[in-house]
């Protein structure tokens, strides 16, 4: 079973890491693949280069198995719609388990996403939230979520796509653009991202005014 979590990582922190790890034990698979993103349909331009970006990422990963980088969105032109990378990895993997893992606000979010009905036909949905927290009511994602829940992991083994799980994570008060205002302000961000992380930003001056 393949497991993807995608994100621009701009920079990459400890809420980006401790989720994908809860994730990758509660799933009982041998890693989670990180996905950066080279051109986020949904948000700003990262500060940073996407090469900047994957090497900070990399500095990030580099002593934990359990966290694998896949670049194949940096490598594609024009915005990195995650239903595009679906389908990339259905093509490749043929019927194995394929699972995105995204937060609560980025499944309330789905409806906005680059043809977002396509995606649970091409991938199972694992939500990382807090213990607790609503999920969407109403609408029609609301009535696609309710008929594809599932409670025990092993459902998602047993055909490709098309589930969906909800895992309760390590919840973290930190955020990239806490982290980019804070070296803009010539303040420190450590203890929210690695420290070969924060080392190589200031090296090379990432993000600082």
Same mark, same amino acid.
């Given at each position: 079973?393949?497991?993807?979590?995608?994100?621009?990582?701009?920079?990459?922190?400890?809420?980006?890491?401790?989720? @994908?790890?809860?994730?990758?034990? =509660?799933?009982?698979?041998?890693?989670?693949?990180?996905?950066? $993103?080279?051109?986020?349909?949904?948000?700003? =331009?990262?500060?940073?280069?996407?090469?900047?970006?994957?090497?900070?990422?990399?500095?990030?990963?580099?002593?934990?198995?359990?966290?694998?980088?896949?670049?194949?969105?940096?490598?594609?032109?024009?915005?990195? +719609?995650?239903?595009?990378?679906?389908?990339?990895?259905?093509? =490749?993997?043929?019927?194995?388990?394929? $699972?995105?893992?995204?937060?609560?606000?980025?499944?309330?979010?789905?409806?906005?996403?680059?043809?977002?009905?396509?995606?649970?036909?091409?991938?199972?949905?694992?939500?990382?939230?807090?213990?607790?927290?609503?999920?969407?009511?109403?609408? &029609?994602?609301?009535?696609?979520?309710?008929? =594809? $829940?599932? &409670?025990?992991?092993?459902?998602?083994?047993?055909?490709?796509?098309?589930?969906?799980?909800?895992?309760?994570?390590?919840?973290? @008060?930190?955020?990239?653009?806490?982290?980019?205002?804070?070296?803009?302000?010539?303040?420190?961000?450590? +203890?929210?991202?690695?420290?070969?992380?924060?080392?190589?930003?200031?090296?090379?001056?990432?993000?600082?005014?």
């Amino acid at each position: 079973m393949i497991c993807i979590f995608g994100g621009t990582f701009d920079p990459v922190h400890f809420g980006h890491l401790r989720p @994908a790890l809860d994730v990758q034990q =509660a799933l009982g698979i041998a890693c989670v693949h990180l996905l950066p $993103c080279r051109v986020p349909p949904h948000r700003a =331009a990262p500060l940073v280069t996407a090469e900047q970006r994957l090497e900070l990422l990399q500095l990030a990963v580099a002593d934990e198995p359990a966290l694998e980088i896949d670049e194949r969105e940096l490598h594609r032109d024009g915005p990195s +719609y995650m239903v595009d990378t679906l389908e990339s990895l259905r093509t =490749a993997h043929g019927d194995e388990p394929v $699972c995105l893992a995204l937060g609560m606000d980025a499944l309330r979010g789905l409806e906005r996403w680059h043809r977002w009905q396509d995606i649970p036909a091409l991938c199972h949905l694992v939500v990382m939230h807090r213990p607790g927290s609503p999920w969407p009511q109403q609408g &029609t994602l609301a009535d696609r979520l309710s008929s =594809a $829940c599932v &409670t025990d992991a092993s459902a998602l083994e047993k055909q490709p796509a098309g589930c969906v799980i909800g895992f309760p994570v390590t919840q973290m @008060a930190v955020s990239s653009t806490q982290i980019r205002d804070l070296l803009a302000a010539g303040q420190s961000p450590r +203890y929210l991202l690695p420290d070969a992380v924060l080392n190589r930003i200031r090296q090379e001056k990432w993000y600082a005014n």
